[in-house]
């Protein structure tokens, strides 16, 4: 099985900052990973996937990027409505599995 | 607008089986694959199953293998979940979700979720 690992485990951020969350795979996925975020009660919500394609009606400022092993999802310009848990997931092979996710507070 | 909406969920005691199903609408329900995830409280998200548009394909993790079933009706645009021989940690919100085409196995679309509790 891939297990998937993301650090940091939490982050806190003011508005405006620049977040980084890195993602990285117990071996090579190539590009077959996607990001989520989700609110507390609330669905996942897809944001990116193929590690970089922007999911349609998901605001410019998140992009992802990397393949291989390590990825990486940034939020360019932290908005309010931006807390929440990011999960990476990846789909380069079964079982599909799920990073333990980062969570995002507004300082 | 596509819409998922999940049933089914309840208490249960442990031994005993639940049927979740899940009501597609706003696309073409038998041209994607669909899975399902579960979040036990306060934890993060596990794959549960997929099953490809035509239900060619089929795949548990070993978490469930050989307890739970998936299966759809593309004639009634809905996926099911038979989960048989539960366990407490089988507790969880379970999610549907539909792939985001071509069997990617990204998904772009869930439904709210529904509670299941495993207790005696």
């Known amino acids: 099985d891939i297990q998937m690992t993301q650090s940091p485990s939490s982050v806190s951020a003011s508005v405006g900052d620049r977040v980084t969350i890195t993602c990285r795979a117990s071996?090579?996925?190539?590009?077959?990973l996607a990001w989520y975020q989700q609110k507390p009660g609330k669905a996942p919500k897809l944001l990116i996937y193929?590690?970089?394609s922007l999911q349609s009606g998901v605001p410019s400022r998140f992009s992802g990027s990397g393949s291989g092993t390590d990825f990486t999802l940034t939020i360019s310009s932290l908005q309010p409505e931006d807390f929440g848990n990011y999960y990476c997931?990846?789909?380069?092979?079964?079982?599909?599995?799920f990073g333990p996710g980062t969570k995002v507070d507004i300082k | 607008e596509v819409q998922l909406v999940e049933s089914g969920g309840g208490l249960v005691k442990p031994g005993g089986s639940l049927r979740l199903s899940c009501a597609a609408s706003?696309?073409?329900?038998?041209?994607?694959?669909m899975i399902w995830v579960r979040q036990a409280p306060g934890k993060g998200l596990e794959w549960v199953s997929s099953?490809?548009?035509?239900?060619?394909?089929?795949y548990y993790p070993d978490s469930v293998k050989g307890r739970f079933t998936i299966s759809r009706d593309n004639a009634k645009n809905s996926l099911y979940l038979q989960m048989n021989s539960l366990r407490a940690e089988d507790t969880a919100v379970y999610y549907c979700?539909?792939?985001?085409?071509?069997?990617?196995?990204?998904?772009?679309?869930w439904g709210q979720g529904t509670l299941v509790t495993v207790s005696s």
């Open positions: 193929a590690a970089s």
């Open positions: 099953i490809s548009s035509s239900s060619s394909y089929i």
């Open positions: 979700a539909r792939d985001e085409g071509g069997g990617s196995y990204f998904f772009d679309y």
């Open positions: 706003g696309f073409t329900f038998s041209s994607y694959s």
């Open positions: 071996q090579g996925i190539r590009s077959w």
């Open positions: 997931q990846q789909a380069n092979s079964f079982p599909l599995t």
